[in-house]
């Protein structure tokens, strides 16, 4: 009986210590599955949240984060599908003006491929678009916050007409 007590005993501080040493702020704390097979797979965006970062006005960012909110769609990538071998695919969303129509736009998506990877100790995702009209050979960088199985949340900093921001996307794989 003893030594069921002192293993039981080693077993709650092992897993108490895997719990705060999560690599990701979100977790999760423990997971017997690979990072690579985690973030393998579709993805779509459940949230897409902008704040400013150097924004004092809180009501002011909060307008911001509204009207951002309201149009996520338009703020780049809806979905994608990450492969085991690093790379996959990108859906973009463009809003097209249709001329003979007013007021009436419209939404296409434009497939495109990738390439992405881990940085060396696995804190953020990487990618680069490798076809289309984006194509680049730089990567997007973005730090992670969580990944389960079934949930990815990216954050990057960025700058849009002079303003620092903060993006972070939460993705709900399909």
Known sequence: MKKFSIILMLFA?????????????????LSLRTKTSRITGIWDVEKVTITYKAKEDEEENKEF???????????????FTLER????????????????????????????????????DKSEFLYRITSGIYK?????????????NSEFWIQHDCMVGGDNLLAERKYKKL
């Open 13 to 29: 501080v092992t897993v108490i210590l895997f719990h705060f040493c999560s690599k990701y702020d979100e977790g999760p704390g």
């Open 65 to 79: 984060v509204k009207l951002v909110n309201s149009a996520k769609d338009s703020l780049g990538i809806i979905s």
């Open 85 to 120: 071998d690093g790379t996959g695919e990108v859906n973009f969303p463009h809003k097209t003006d249709w001329d003979d129509v007013p007021g009436l736009d419209a939404w296409e998506t434009y497939i495109y491929d990738l390439e992405w990877k881990f940085s060396d």
């Open 136 to 148: 680049t050979t730089e990567w997007d960088e973005f730090t992670i916050i969580r990944l389960t």
